[in-house]
């Protein structure tokens, strides 16, 4: 009578499970890498958008202390645009215009650009952020007297 073995007709069973865990364990290890990729590229681009503002905010800061300082600027300015050089900061660049307002010659207008990590648009997570802001030029007003406003008194003076 022939009798039967049960294992040896399963030869090649256990190398095909190994094959399979091998073909799960890789698809959600791609899947794990995917993810965690597009993670730090989207905490990469969060970051340098605000790079980018702040680099914006210290291009207005620029213009206006440009034009707060330079008589020559803003002579300049009142009838053309001024664009400055992209200027690098340790974590971004910045540029900015200074543009006359029209029928009024004491006001610009100051659009800024800020740019991280660099200008470049091809650069991995660039991110850029404008502002813009309209200044008021004040005549500086020549200081007064010494004394201009004094109270004097040789007696006991009351103030209400």
Known sequence: MKTLNPMTNNKGFVLIIVYLVAIFVTIFSFAFFARHRASMLATE?????????NAAEAGIDSALRELGTDQAMQAQ????AYTSATSPLAQGEFHYT????ANEPLKRRIDATGCAPNCTDTSRAYQTSAITVYAQIYEATSPGGLFDYGVYTTQTMTLS
């Not at 681009?45 to 503002?53: E, K, S, V």
């Not at 200074?98 to 307002?101: D, L, R």
């Open 45 to 53: 681009r969060y970051r340098n958008r605000i790079l980018a503002f």
């Open 77 to 80: 300015t009142i009838s053309q």
């Open 98 to 101: 200074i543009s006359p307002v």
